[in-house]
């Protein structure tokens, strides 16, 4: 286990902190800032506010000035419950890890605040927010250990739960595999809202797979049947009206989303959603 949490902080440091990407881009570049005038680019600036359109046009460099600058509060939430012990690629329980310390040393790195909530039929950690590493190490930890078998989401718990313990406007991430009703009109009101769709590929496209016995990693209850066709295109079915009803209430309620599969790259995702 220990080795799986290094293996994550330490591969998401260096994609937000090293020189994988070149000049570094920032997850959150822009976020919590008005944006004020141009003015031509004075020795000692901050190279990343050079406007690099504007530079090219004029033919010297010119940066971007803000105003109202304001530190962010960014919450990584998760739902926990049984339902992410799956994976053919990775469990999407340790996707979910690697995304909470993508964002996190991306809020310190942009010198914001930040926090991790575990949930599932009810809260089960909540950081203080903070601006140190050791933060974000411990939130990968707490997530590798926590486990999530026989923990049943409660979306609308997790939804109240949510509105009442983030009393400050955050830049929230919501976290989970999104299988079942969620309702996040009241959230997208008081928070800059972001959700974050963990699946795996084999979910959403299964193969028969005849007769065989399964357990609910949420209620722990076994079941044997034949996994068939009809069964097959049954869940597909469901499963599909389950996301065109999330999707159509995203873009209602103007949240921002990216769906992430288990044998993607979860910063490169990111970072092409985000910017």
Not at 151 to 164: I, R, T, V, W
Request: glycine fraction near 6%.
């Amino acid at each position: 286990m220990q080795n799986r949490v290094k293996k994550i902080i330490l591969k998401s440091r260096k994609q937000v902190f090293g020189d994988l990407l070149g000049n570094n881009p920032s997850l959150f570049h822009g976020q919590g800032f008005e944006f004020a005038e141009l003015r031509e680019y004075i020795y000692g600036d901050d190279v990343r506010k050079i406007d690099w359109k504007t530079t090219a046009k004029l033919g010297r460099p010119f940066v971007k000035i803000y105003h109202e600058e304001r530190q962010l509060n960014v919450v990584a939430a998760c739902m926990m419950n049984g339902s992410v012990y799956f994976g053919t690629a990775r469990q999407k329980s340790e996707v979910m890890a690697e995304i909470v310390s993508i964002l996190g040393f991306s809020a310190i790195k942009n010198s914001d605040l930040f926090s991790n909530i575990i949930f599932a039929e009810r809260l089960y950690q909540k950081s203080r927010p903070s601006k140190k590493l050791f933060s974000v190490s411990a939130a990968v930890e707490s997530m590798m250990e926590f486990d999530v078998i026989g923990k049943e989401g409660d979306f609308g718990g997790f939804a109240d739960m949510l509105y009442a313990q983030v009393k400050k406007r955050s830049l929230l991430f919501v976290i989970s595999d999104f299988i079942g009703a969620v309702d996040l009109r009241l959230l997208s009101k008081k928070h800059d809202l972001f959700a974050i769709i963990v699946r795996d590929r084999f979910e959403e496209n299964p193969a028969e797979l005849g007769y065989l016995r399964l357990v609910d990693m949420e209620s722990r209850k076994g079941f044997e049947g034949n996994i068939d066709r009809g069964v097959v295109e049954r869940y597909k079915k469901a499963l599909l009206k389950n996301d065109e009803k999330l999707y159509s209430d995203f873009k209602k309620i103007g949240i921002r989303f990216a769906k992430i599969y288990t044998d993607e790259d979860p910063y490169m995702k990111l970072l092409k959603r985000m910017r």
